[in-house]
């Protein structure tokens, strides 16, 4: 990893806050809106892959942000762009420096970028005591991106609309872990769903699966997960097909899904068998693999 030369230094008044990825067990397009957005239907989990923000009060320009990510140098990022309009609207006259330790890969995804927008959000909240309520800030992420009101919240949740309409669900996920299987390809989310639009999407029934959570059937959960921009993914990137079915072969079939827009396969699992360590070192030169454990609920404020 690389390591940060111009870091923040660590005081009382430095926040930190951690952006978890995020993964989709369940993502189905209901249909194409008037306004060319896409209502969903997703169940998202977090889990212990994160990057790591660290806010200051002051700095160099209004918004100045550090990391060892060259992506957050441009004016264009995301986090500049959150981090300014909050500012904006609610200390206008105030200066913020950020770092970011990037970890969450990009394209793949993971929700990296909507992670690291929401912790901007909590993060600036918390900073300078703006005393934004939950509501309030996902009616300010919606602006920004439909997986960034979820990021927002601590646990497993069903989401809905454009990423707007997020309701946590009693989903114990501590008897799982997540393989997940990280090729070198970025996917470009706004290509997948245009080939969605023109192709059309898969569509699947979330009621098994709501079911299942619902009752604890532990197997049941692990039978029901789908993605519905898979068929528009492999149609645009078929090597993402391909480690799809190269893990499927290996580990069984059970359980793996693509979450996002690509192009990460997960593998939901209980236990590392013999067949999952054996397919993690034979693949490990091609692919980042890892296995993560999902997040608890942490957040001890209530807003």
Same mark, same amino acid.
């Given at each position: 990893?690389?390591?940060?030369? /111009?870091?923040?230094?660590?005081?009382?008044?430095?926040?930190?806050?951690?952006?978890?990825?995020? +993964?989709?067990?369940?993502?189905?397009?209901?249909?194409?809106?008037? =306004?060319?957005?896409?209502?969903?239907? #997703?169940?998202?989990?977090?889990?212990?892959?994160?990057?790591?923000?660290?806010?200051?009060?002051? *700095?160099?320009?209004?918004?100045?942000?550090?990391?060892?990510?060259?992506?957050?140098?441009?004016?264009? /990022?995301?986090?500049?762009?959150?981090?300014?309009?909050?500012?904006?609207?609610? =200390?206008?006259?105030?200066?913020?420096?950020?770092?970011?330790?990037?970890?969450?890969?990009? *394209?793949? *995804?993971?929700?990296?970028?909507?992670?690291?927008?929401?912790?901007?959000?909590?993060?600036?909240?918390?900073?300078?005591?703006?005393?934004?309520?939950?509501?309030?800030?996902?009616?300010?992420?919606?602006?920004?991106?439909? =997986?960034?009101?979820?990021?927002?919240?601590?646990?497993?949740?069903?989401? @809905?609309?454009?990423?707007?309409? +997020? !309701?946590?669900?009693?989903?114990?996920?501590?008897?799982?872990?997540?393989?997940?299987?990280?090729?070198?390809?970025?996917?470009?989310?706004?290509?997948?769903?245009?080939?969605?639009?023109?192709? *059309?999407?898969?569509?699947?029934?979330? !009621?098994?699966?709501?079911?299942?959570?619902?009752?604890? &059937?532990?197997?049941?959960?692990?039978?029901?997960?789908?993605?519905?921009?898979?068929?528009?993914?492999?149609?645009?990137?078929?090597?993402?097909?391909?480690?799809?079915?190269?893990?499927?072969? /290996? +580990?069984?079939?059970?359980?793996?899904? #693509?979450?996002?827009?690509?192009?990460?396969?997960? @593998?939901?699992?209980?236990?590392?068998?013999?067949?999952?360590?054996?397919?993690?070192?034979?693949?490990?030169? @091609?692919?980042?693999? /890892?296995?993560?454990?999902?997040?608890? @609920?942490? &957040?001890?404020?209530?807003?």
């Amino acid at each position: 990893m690389t390591i940060l030369t /111009n870091k923040i230094p660590i005081t009382t008044e430095v926040i930190h806050r951690k952006a978890y990825a995020k +993964v989709n067990l369940f993502l189905n397009v209901v249909n194409r809106r008037l =306004d060319g957005y896409h209502n969903l239907e #997703m169940i998202n989990a977090r889990i212990d892959l994160a990057d790591d923000l660290f806010f200051m009060v002051g *700095g160099e320009q209004i918004v100045t942000i550090k990391s060892n990510d060259p992506y957050f140098y441009s004016e264009d /990022n995301l986090i500049k762009k959150v981090a300014q309009y909050l500012l904006s609207i609610y =200390d206008p006259h105030q200066k913020v420096t950020i770092q970011i330790d990037k970890r969450i890969p990009p *394209g793949g *995804g993971l929700g990296g970028n909507s992670a690291d927008a929401a912790a901007v959000i909590l993060g600036l909240n918390d900073l300078f005591g703006w005393g934004m309520s939950l509501a309030t800030m996902t009616e300010i992420a919606c602006h920004f991106g439909a =997986d960034i009101p979820y990021c927002l919240y601590d646990s497993p949740a069903l989401v @809905k609309g454009i990423g707007n309409d +997020v !309701s946590e669900l009693d989903l114990d996920l501590s008897l799982y872990k997540v393989l997940v299987v990280k090729p070198k390809i970025f996917v470009s989310t706004d290509e997948v769903f245009c080939q969605g639009d023109a192709d *059309g999407f898969g569509h699947y029934d979330i !009621s098994p699966l709501l079911a299942a959570i619902s009752e604890h &059937r532990s197997q049941d959960i692990i039978d029901n997960l789908h993605n519905s921009l898979e068929e528009a993914t492999f149609s645009r990137y078929p090597e993402i097909k391909k480690i799809k079915t190269e893990l499927m072969c /290996n +580990v069984g079939p059970k359980g793996v899904v #693509m979450t996002g827009s690509g192009s990460t396969i997960i @593998k939901l699992i209980t236990e590392v068998t013999p067949d999952i360590s054996h397919y993690i070192s034979g693949y490990s030169d @091609k692919y980042s693999l /890892n296995i993560y454990n999902f997040i608890k @609920k942490t &957040r001890e404020k209530t807003f």
